[in-house]
């Protein structure tokens, strides 16, 4: 089973990606706050990470790169969403080390699909002989 972390700080916004996860067999762990996230990233070694933008502490940007900047975090997919999307916030999301960008709200039928498309090209960018 694929174990995915969630840094989330709103209960209703986790509870819907948690739900759609679950639904599609992954396990979920929790993380409130971006410092909490970055500690849980680094030590459980999750398969995905999904990383709200706005955050308690630092947001999300700061988060992406402080995992990517940990060895465990260099290869991890990382999912941002966001409900306060802007113009650039895609190309800044990217730019900070995400390898994916959604807006909320989410559609729990087919966030899932989605992510795993993402994490697909991804992972095929960074196989041996993938575009960099």
Known sequence: MKKVLVIEDNRDNF???RFALERAGYQVEAAETGSDGVSRALQSHPDLIIVDIN??????YEVTRRIREGAPGRDVPIVAITSH???GDRE????AGCTAYFEKPIDPITIVE???RAIASFRAAHA???RP
């Not at 955050?55 to 999300?60: A, E, I, R, V, Y």
């Not at 800044?92 to 730019?95: D, E, G, Q, V």
């Open 15 to 17: 509870g819907l990606i």
């Open 55 to 60: 955050l308690p502490d630092f947001d999300g």
């Open 85 to 87: 999307a802007m113009l």
């Open 92 to 95: 800044k999301t990217l730019a």
């Open 114 to 116: 989605d992510m795993e």
């Open 128 to 130: 041996p002989g993938g």
